[in-house]
């Protein structure tokens, strides 16, 4: 079982940056990727961005050149940096990871909101 905990979400004006992190406890040797998801107000959950235990990352094309995402060496915590905000990036935030058989795990998410 693997637990993950999102914190770091705010009211942020339009240009802005926000730092969100995710710490994972439990089984964290078991897991192979985590990513950001986030479900923007009256819309489908969507994925932001991904990172694997190899470093590699994937983003989506919305935040592309805006977002970064990170993680420690034990993938204990990942964090999403995003920048130049947008009220269309306001959403709740979600962290997920996934372990060697696949299975997923969801944090609780976290809001951010941007606006003037």
């Known amino acids: 079982q693997v637990r993950l905990v999102e914190s770091g979400g705010a009211l942020v004006q339009p240009g802005g940056s926000l730092r969100l992190s995710c710490a994972a406890s439990?089984?964290?040797?078991?897991?192979?990727?985590m990513a950001w998801y986030r479900q923007p107000p009256g819309k489908e959950r969507e994925l932001v961005a991904t990172?694997?235990?190899?470093?590699?990352?994937n983003y989506a094309d919305s935040v592309k050149g805006r977002a970064t995402i990170s993680r420690t060496n034990t993938l204990n915590m990942v964090y999403l940096q995003m920048n130049s905000l947008e009220p269309e990036d306001t959403a709740v935030y979600y962290c997920?990871?996934?372990?060697?058989?696949?299975?997923?795990?969801w944090g609780q998410g976290t809001q951010v909101t941007v606006s003037s």
């Open positions: 439990g089984s964290i040797s078991s897991i192979r990727l």
């Open positions: 997920t990871a996934r372990d060697n058989w696949q299975r997923s795990y």
């Open positions: 990172i694997t235990n190899g470093d590699h990352t």
